[in-house]
């Protein structure tokens, strides 16, 4: 096969402190990079959508370099390598990397975030429950909060791919699952996609009482993928001992949007607060695996995806994602699974 | 003996949202109470004095009654059963009770918080390390934070009855133990009284550096007594994992005092936050006296008081508590141990 020789970029035009714009963004055009000795090249298929990149756009992401103006905006891909310069890749492999907005990258293996066992499920899946947002949920339920059997295991942003797999498998290991979620629709995907036994739409007047009848025992556990105000209501409705997943990525908390936890509340349920990181359990990703992809295709672990075409229209799926408008796993389809 | 028949009290005189004063309270004479059946007479020996007070003094101290004015002044007191129609207590018996702020109250055995044995160690150190404060400190070190040889283990309000005993005891579990206080005499007492490795005056310019300094290998656990501001800037110094004990009456933790954690920092550090409440741990007090009174007995575990003499003056000794002016824990005397 013999590749194209031009490369579609969504570009960043311009930094933005506030809400981002779809002017924000630029598509560009550029010749498809040229891998050098070590490296190799990449065409993207699936485009990960993540809130994170907001602040990549303000030029704070931490861990990255500040974005500037014609730089390609972060991304990570499901991706097939085209051509390998590469011990560590060979042509025709899957893989989950570091890729930005773009139909091309020429990558050094360290830009590899995940490699892709295409027999294991969907490819797009890489990218969320058989990828990062589905072992964040592993890292939650197996690892920080271990349900036991009866538990009350509440849920917010109940709809996302990390929520939803909070939730199954925190169903799975015996609890009672209720999810939080924004509007009618986000709940019919908790409660029908994955099962949940009760979804509070929390923009729906009463929430709290719904949330309180849906929660008869109290609450044991709260997975937190949300902040500081809902947790403040929560906290209320705690058992003693209660646990809390604090969970998401720590730039995406401010202080200015997120903050004002006050503690005494916690203290009075003898809560037990944690900090989850991701990047704490990539060891554990061929286990997580082994059990997640036999889940899937027996069709016990859901997911639910949010797709959009083509580059171009990855800025207007990516503000939809911002605005909280989208159900389901946020996905710019960027080109054929094959070839 | 013959009881003398007149009780001196201090009273509630006007309800206070703001700083108290001491005119806020009255001295008042009243008959020595006369108990009924299965009530018994007490006579006051030490006065404990505690923040949570001041709620009392709001009227809205969580778990008690309103204090209105006339109503005898919450406390507890290290006591001594003068009159028993109780099979629960005889004459003679010493006790920790919810007397109030005077010198006689007539009881019925619920208000009995703990029982003193006065060979285990001073009389008012069941106020303090013999008692609730010490107990504290033991669900914080041993049930809660658990520390291991060599760890870094902050406490704040270390010079305190709280503070103190944990520090002490975190040090014999191995720990290498930083204190927090306000004020140089403060710092002299966990520094000389309680054996700390440091401690740090926070009153003083430069004290984030100074603690930065005693801490080279990070924090691994921080004891809270005081809440969210002085935890904003030490979640700042944490090493991944740290442990924090929020430890505190939850009712004296206002968001409006105290408010304004923000959880990004939290869980960047994948900080684990655990709420203790001494109650808890009621069960465990025959045990931690047993191993606590042999190591005051041995001068290993160390204990510091601030006494006033007479109900007139413990108003003026509770506003110093308020202000933070006292040095171990406030204990205003009542009246001899011995009759």
Sequence with gaps: MSLPNRNTQVQLRRQREGFPDVADFQIADAPVPEPVEGEFLV?????????YIRKAIRGDHPGHAALNP???????????????????VK??????????????????????VQRIDPALGPLSTSIGVLGMPGLTAWGSVAHVARPVMGDT??????????????????KLAGARVIGIAGGKEKCDVALRTYGFEACIDYKKDGWEQALQAACPNGIDIYHDNVGAPLLMTLVKHFNLYAKVVM???PGDYHSGEFGGLSLGPFIGKRAQLRGLVVYDYEKDLPQYLRVASSLVREGKL???EDHADGLEIAPAHFLKLMRGENVGKAIVVLGPEKG
């Design 247 to 249: 969970c998401g990525r």
């Design 70 to 88: 014609g730089d390609v905006i972060y991304g990570r891909t499901v991706c097939r390598v085209v051509k390998s310069r590469s011990h560590d």
């Design 153 to 170: 295991y509440v849920v917010s942003a109940a709809a996302g791919p990390v929520g939803g797999t909070v939730g199954q498998l925190a």
């Design 43 to 51: 065409r993207t298929i699936y485009l990960s959508l993540d809130p």
């Design 91 to 112: 042509q025709g492999d899957y893989l989950v990397a570091e890729t930005g907005w773009q139909n091309y990258a020429a990558l050094a293996p360290k830009k590899i």
């Design 302 to 304: 859901r997911f639910k």
